[in-house]
């Protein structure tokens, strides 16, 4: 019978991770400790696995970067809706944010899902006090299936602490109208509401189009320029956990040093992909396949 080994070796000045085989056989991987950028996900676990945490983590792999986490609530979900929230404590949370940053500090950022207003506070306390760059933060009010997961002294705890911190904010269209207090039926209005959206924060704003009737286009706004980006909507009507693989996928690329345009552009293209390979899971809103490159 083959006697399984694990064996440690120095060469030179490398290090070489544990050789492990059958004997006979000789299998070496050299350490490469600088070349994978981190990206730190807030948001809540999702029991279904399509959007929330699990979400992020399957398009952060996708990316091939490394995914961290630090959760806000635990819900009971599937593709049918939420059963049930559950909010951590927003002193564990703060645990799980030191954790990260004092051993592995983000390249990036993505901010989901923050249920209470102190557990937003808790995140924005962090932000403040570690500063990591590259914030995408996506203001999660409801969820694919209608579901409010934030309540309302969040939103506005959102608006004044968290939108400063942030690089860039990715609403949909009805987050969009709750932010702004503008009603958004057009281009035009859009544009307007891009306007006051960054004027509260000063940051960058990226309105997402998935409840348009016709198209699927997305308006970045930089604080100087609109950019338009124009798309096609999928026929597929499993959409659940679109907005939190946008956001992530916008935050692998700053991680990687992507420019702001380019970043939404990709990722929008990641997100396309994932929905055209046509993921058919659950009796509901099903998932996206995150997978679909690999």
């Avoid at 070349?35 to 696995?49: H, T």
Wanted: net charge negative; charged share 20%; aromatic share 6%.
């Amino acid at each position: 019978m083959n006697e399984y080994f694990l064996e440690m070796r120095e060469v030179g000045m490398k290090k070489i991770v544990p050789t492990v085989g059958w004997s006979g056989e000789t299998h070496s991987f050299e350490r490469d400790r600088s070349s994978m950028k981190k990206v730190l996900s807030i948001a809540g676990s999702d029991s279904g696995g399509g959007a929330g945490i699990q979400a992020d983590i399957k398009t952060i792999t996708a990316h091939k970067l490394y995914a961290m986490t630090a959760i806000t609530s635990l819900t009971a979900q599937n593709t049918l809706g939420v059963q049930g929230i559950f909010p951590v404590d927003p002193n564990f949370l703060k645990q799980q944010l030191d954790s990260v940053f004092t051993d592995l500090f983000p390249d990036s950022v993505k901010i989901g899902m923050l249920c209470s207003a102190p557990l937003a506070d808790t995140v924005a306390d962090c932000l403040t006090h570690y500063r990591p760059k590259n914030i995408v933060l996506d203001p999660v009010m409801l969820s694919t299936s209608g579901s409010r997961l934030l309540d309302d002294d969040a939103v506005e705890l959102l608006i004044r602490r968290l939108f400063p911190l942030a690089d860039l904010i990715t609403p949909n269209l009805p987050e969009a109208e709750r932010i702004s207090g503008l009603t958004i039926r057009s281009r035009t209005e859009t544009e307007r509401a891009a306007r006051a959206i960054a004027g509260q924060g000063g940051c960058a704003v990226l309105i997402k189009g998935g409840h348009w009737a016709e198209t699927a286009d997305d308006l970045l706004f930089d604080g100087e320029r609109m950019h338009w980006f124009p798309a096609e909507r999928v026929d597929n009507p499993n959409t659940h956990g679109t907005g939190c693989t946008l956001s992530s996928a916008i935050a692998c690329q700053l991680a990687q040093g992507v420019a702001l345009h380019e970043s939404v552009l990709l990722a929008k293209e990641y997100l396309t992909g994932a929905l055209r390979a046509g993921l058919n899971l659950g009796q509901g809103s099903g998932p996206l396949n995150h997978c679909y490159a690999l």
